[in-house]
């Protein structure tokens, strides 16, 4: 069929070449998931879903920027510790960009993507668990919170967190150790503003802020890629919400999405919600 000119793709978006303030890596882990996953597959299914969505964003009425793709890290492979040591050394090898999006993987990639920023970093997430499990299986993902506040991380804010998705030891340790908890009935109808709120809040003590989209937050029956999700969550709209928040906000200087399986996905309907979040991160970006 032939291209209509007047409909610019958003895969059209991304680059290998040139300077871009907008970069894009995918970082496949998934060895260390603590339900079997396949997320390493999850990169390549997302930036293939880049060509079902245009350039434009018609809500905020701006062009989305180039994107300069960087590949995928060779990090597949690797599972616990090992992951997150020479991950975070990559992180920290790749060219410099004002926001630097990437797709996971599971949950563990918030844990080197935060140890790779310089200064004072917080960390937002929309999660529906708390991700603070001890170490008994060695790092996985649902350890990256545990393991970012046990290395000093700045500040931790986590933004609907569900009822039925945690045991009351975990968030008893989220409440000694300082994370700040909006739960799910705290934020339905509002996630935008909340994420505003506490992106805000962040800002006021750390240098920069790093923003972690765990799909799996959404009502499972929207993401039946996502392994963590359960029947409940938000829905798929409020986290786009907090994907544009997130983009727009100055202080934020990395975005991920996690947590979506792409081979056990239906219909693609979780892999395009991801892709969406990353293009709605890059629609706050553009009207920063």
């Given at each position: 069929m032939t291209e209509d000119p007047q409909w610019p793709r958003a895969s059209s978006l991304l680059t290998s070449t040139g300077s871009a303030s907008v970069g894009l890596v995918g970082v496949p882990l998934s060895r260390s998931s603590i339900s079997p996953s396949s997320a390493?597959?999850?990169?390549?299914?997302?930036?293939?879903a880049f060509a079902r969505f245009p350039t434009w964003h018609a809500g905020l009425d701006v062009e989305l920027p180039q994107i300069?793709?960087?590949?995928?890290?060779?990090?597949?492979?690797?599972?616990?510790?090992?992951?997150?040591?020479?991950?975070?050394?990559?992180?920290?090898?790749?060219?410099?960009?004002?926001?630097?999006?990437?797709?996971?993987?599971d949950n563990l990639v918030t844990w080197p993507a935060v140890l790779a920023l310089p200064g004072r970093v917080g960390?937002?997430?929309?999660?529906?668990?708390h991700d603070v499990r001890g170490f008994h299986a060695g790092p996985t993902n649902g350890t990256p919170i545990r393991g970012l506040v046990e290395?000093?991380?700045?500040?931790?804010?986590?933004v609907g967190i569900g009822e039925l998705t945690n045991s009351r030891a975990h968030r008893r340790w989220c409440d000694e150790n300082g994370i700040r908890v909006v739960p799910l009935d705290a934020c339905r109808g509002r996630v935008g503003a909340v994420v505003r709120e506490e992106l805000e809040r962040?800002?006021?003590?750390?240098?920069?802020?790093?923003?972690?989209?765990?799909?799996?937050?959404?009502?499972r029956a929207f993401v039946p890629g996502c392994p963590g999700a359960r029947p409940g969550g938000l829905l798929p709209h409020e986290l786009l919400e907090a994907a544009v928040e997130a983009g727009r906000h100055p202080r934020v200087s990395g975005v991920d999405v996690v947590e979506v399986d792409a081979a056990a996905d239906v219909n693609g309907v979780t892999v395009q919600l991801a892709a969406m979040c990353l293009l709605s991160a890059c629609a706050g970006f553009a009207a920063r």
């Amino acid at each position: 069929m032939t291209e209509d000119p007047q409909w610019p793709r958003a895969s059209s978006l991304l680059t290998s070449t040139g300077s871009a303030s907008v970069g894009l890596v995918g970082v496949p882990l998934s060895r260390s998931s603590i339900s079997p996953s396949s997320a390493h597959l999850t990169p390549a299914a997302v930036r293939a879903a880049f060509a079902r969505f245009p350039t434009w964003h018609a809500g905020l009425d701006v062009e989305l920027p180039q994107i300069a793709d960087l590949g995928d890290l060779d990090v597949a492979g690797l599972a616990g510790a090992e992951a997150v040591e020479t991950t975070t050394a990559l992180l920290q090898a790749l060219p410099m960009h004002d926001l630097l999006l990437l797709i996971g993987g599971d949950n563990l990639v918030t844990w080197p993507a935060v140890l790779a920023l310089p200064g004072r970093v917080g960390v937002l997430t929309l999660d529906a668990h708390h991700d603070v499990r001890g170490f008994h299986a060695g790092p996985t993902n649902g350890t990256p919170i545990r393991g970012l506040v046990e290395a000093g991380v700045g500040a931790v804010t986590q933004v609907g967190i569900g009822e039925l998705t945690n045991s009351r030891a975990h968030r008893r340790w989220c409440d000694e150790n300082g994370i700040r908890v909006v739960p799910l009935d705290a934020c339905r109808g509002r996630v935008g503003a909340v994420v505003r709120e506490e992106l805000e809040r962040l800002a006021e003590t750390c240098d920069a802020v790093h923003v972690d989209l765990d799909v799996d937050v959404v009502d499972r029956a929207f993401v039946p890629g996502c392994p963590g999700a359960r029947p409940g969550g938000l829905l798929p709209h409020e986290l786009l919400e907090a994907a544009v928040e997130a983009g727009r906000h100055p202080r934020v200087s990395g975005v991920d999405v996690v947590e979506v399986d792409a081979a056990a996905d239906v219909n693609g309907v979780t892999v395009q919600l991801a892709a969406m979040c990353l293009l709605s991160a890059c629609a706050g970006f553009a009207a920063r």
